[in-house]
């Protein structure tokens, strides 16, 4: 493990030194044309930009070049922390000389170097973690890790009262806490604006439109000090209604990003000219707003104290919670109400444009290279408190999801979660975590923003990058939050591995066996394991909040599959005591895992021709024939998990679950071909590109289901569909 880390180390290293040496190319013409009469630039301005930089190339050739032999010579008593403390020594120097450079302002100069100090001190946490204490590396590594978090605490000192902060009257400071791009619903229409948290107030403007040139500007909409900022109004009992973009036009979205993305890349790689590129980057940012303004449906209401409310829209319950945290720690220390002048406003705003660190909407706006999907497995291990749940969070396209939640003990302060989930990720990002505790007590449940709320009691995330995570071992985190730990663990998969078809080797069980043997040694027309799990789904999980859509517990799934395999007696009494995200898992992975889809392999490419006919009339005669061409078990059960699916969609206000997102759930599912040639990486941790045909042809399997879906009546060859779906040989 400790060669891994430090071959992590070394990676990064060589992409920083070829970055500084590009950066040393253009110093010495500029510093040659300074001395003629018409320079370029000025030696000062010179030795501003540069500041530093053939020192730091220096001290990170010389890291490098120490290093290198050492790893490539590897043993389990190799030493390195020699090389770690000698060069957090020298990076600590350019901190003497900052205050030379303090009079230009120009911080953000020291921003490269300070980086690297953070990605140092990462990884000098790792590889104490897995350096015995007995190691002589020990002390070396842990001096290193002291000079890395000093120098850090100092840089922070010193910067963040000076970038962040304005003088007000009476020699007040007000200081910026956070910034971000957000939605704001205004008489029904989505606005985009940028907001800022301050140490007395909460501003909310609007970024203008650039015009010959101009620098930045901001125009404000309205401003609340915090002393009078509230979340509720007592008098707000309407509930809000929220103008909902259709799934189809957001993924309509997404698949434009990809193909942008896409087009970036072919140019680059062509070495076609950059105005062409910046063309493209300049419709992929266009795209990228509009699916960030469209894509949030989470309210947050703020009231002045006139009681006058204005709402933002978020994409997920932990920036909510964040803004809110923020907000009431802050007004602890607000007592008096003021006003702004005019000129105090126009001050204000106008120094965001210096104050502000979010610069780009929150996207994949600078991040133009492949986007990846994976398969997440996650295991969340116990917290010592009783009637809590976590629930799992990842990012796709900017914003985030509620991908997975826990089980609820009661009555125990040592609930045995130990719940592992598969998640899916696409272009995912972070994973964050939300601790709740469960509210029982419905007169005390509060109607706030729209939501009933139990209580998040804390909340955590973790970058994910799978290129650094990826491989067979598990690999184990730990997130603090509000004195509570809960531990992590995480493994990578392809996607494209995850969703091979295989063979059973196990000819009497359901999992991996052809639907028309299940049903034939069962003499029924549906298989007895989708049976059972759309009843207890329409019993108990028809308004459950996801279902599809959030995982189930991967040992439930797993229980419940080796119970149906093994034709177990009890298996209704188990599905009873599971949460209904496993069953709805169970019933997921069954599908996923026939040897050929319910769709056929033959009938999936005539299928997908089908659904991209232009004319209606046409379409509907080609889909409906090739339908009812399917083999009479497959048919027969793709219907009576239809009406269910409708039924779903039906409780969509409750369960949030339309036909589209149930489309997207059950597409692949239902459709996706077995892989007859080698398109299936060997390494199951080889990434799969967003920007192939796969997504194309996860949209056309999407598309296709979902067309089934709408149609109000599906026409079939015998006059029994009825009798066939709901008799009890069924």
Known sequence: MRKWVLSGILASEETYLSHLEALLLPMKPLKAAATTSQPVLTIPQIETIFFKVPELYEVHKEFYDGLLPRVQQWSHHQRVGDLFQKQNLKVRSTKDLKDQSAKNSLETLLYKPVDRVTRSTLVLHDLLKHTPSSHPDHPLLQDALRISQNFLSSINEETTPRRQSMTVKKGENRQLLKDSFMVELVEGARKLRHVFLFTDLLL??????????????????????????????????????????????????????????????????????????????????????????????????????????????????????????????????????????????????????????????????????????????????????????????????????????????????????????????????????????????????????????????????????????????????????????????????????????????????????????????????????????????????????????????ATDIQALKAAFDTNNKDVSVMMSEMDVNAIAGTLKLYFRELPEPLFTDDLYPNFAGGIALSDSVAKESCMLNLLLSLPEPNLVTFLFLLDHLKRVADKESINKMSLHNLATVFGPTLLRPAEKDSKIPTNPTQPISMGDSWSLEVMSQVQVLLYFLQLETIPTPDSKRQSILFSTEV
Request: aromatic share 8%.
């Open 204 to 553: 909310c403007a609007k970024l203008k439109k650039q015009i010959g040139g101009k620098s930045q500007q901001y125009d404000s909409k309205w401003y609340i000090p915090l002393s009078d900022l509230t979340f509720q109004n007592a008098d707000e009992s309407e509930p809000l209604h929220i103008p909902q973009v259709p799934d189809e036009e957001l993924d309509a979205m997404k698949v434009k990003i990809s193909h942008i993305k896409s087009e970036i890349q072919r140019e680059k790689r062509a070495n076609k000219g950059s105005k062409v590129i910046e063309r493209l980057r300049k419709k992929l940012s266009e795209q990228e707003s509009l699916l960030l303004l469209t894509s949030p449906s989470m309210a947050l209401r703020v009231h002045n104290r006139n009681g006058k409310g204005y709402t933002f829209l978020m994409s997920s319950d932990y920036e909510r919670a964040e803004w809110k945290e923020m907000i009431r720690e802050q007004q602890k220390k607000c007592f008096k109400s003021f006003s702004l002048t005019s000129m105090e406003l126009q001050m204000l705003t106008n120094s965001c444009v210096k104050l502000q660190t979010v610069h780009h909407i929150p996207l994949t706006i600078n991040k133009e290279g492949q986007v990846f999907r994976w398969n997440l497995t996650v295991t969340v291990s116990p917290l010592l408190l009783s009637d809590l749940y976590c629930t799992l969070e990842v990012d796709s396209f900017g914003y985030f999801a509620n991908k997975a939640k826990t089980r609820v003990y009661r009555y125990t302060t040592e609930p045995k979660w130990n719940e592992e989930f598969e998640i899916d990720l696409e272009g995912s990002q972070t994973l964050r975590l939300l601790c709740y505790e469960k509210s029982y007590n419905k007169t005390k449940q509060i109607k706030e923003d729209g939501d009933s709320t139990d209580r998040i009691i804390g909340k955590g995330q973790i970058p994910l990058d799978p290129q650094t995570l990826q491989g067979k071992d598990w690999q184990r985190t730990l997130i603090p939050m509000n004195g509570i730990e809960v531990k992590l663990s995480m493994k990578f998969t392809s996607r494209e591995f995850s969703l091979k078809r295989m063979p059973s080797r196990k000819p009497m069980g359901v999992f991996g066996i052809k639907i028309s043997t299940v049903t034939k040694r069962e003499h029924s027309k549906v298989p007895y394991i989708v049976r059972q799990c759309l009843e207890e789904i329409e019993r108990r999980g028809m308004e459950e909040v996801g279902i599809y859509r959030v995982s189930g517990v």
